[in-house]
């Protein structure tokens, strides 16, 4: 069973910064390539960023330049570092780990392992 923890969710002004985390076993981080997720209310679930097994990393168009994923092998963490916030980055965040198909990399459906969110809200 694995379990995905996130944290460092929160409400900050538009222009702010957050750091999110995903916390699981040193198997899981260690060697399961792993995404970022979010979903906004009445919206589909979408892919921010991913990182592969590789250290390969891929962005949303939305979100490149602002946010950068990285994995702790160390402390078996994966963050999420959002700066330059904009209201519409407005969502529940998810962890989702292990990515059979490397080419689905930011598709919901290609992960196995998800996380219960953390809520991120950017006021105007």
């Known amino acids: 069973q694995v379990e995905l923890v996130e944290s460092g969710g929160g409400s900050v002004q538009s222009g702010g910064s957050l750091r999110l985390s995903c916390a699981s076993s040193a198997d899981t981080v260690n060697t399961y390539s792993m995404a970022w997720f979010r979903q906004a209310p009445g919206k589909e679930r979408e892919g921010v960023a991913s990182i592969l097994n590789s250290g390969s990393t891929s962005y949303a168009d939305s979100v490149k330049g602002r946010f950068t994923i990285s994995r702790d092998t160390a402390r078996h963490t994966l963050h999420l570092q959002m700066n330059s916030l904009k209201p519409e980055d407005t969502a529940v965040y998810y962890c989702?780990?292990?990515?059979?198909?490397?080419?689905?990399?930011?598709?919901?459906?290609?992960?196995?392992?998800w996380g219960l969110g953390t809520q991120v809200t950017v006021s105007s």
């Open positions: 989702a780990a292990h990515l059979p198909d490397h080419s689905e990399a930011l598709s919901p459906s290609a992960y196995t392992y």
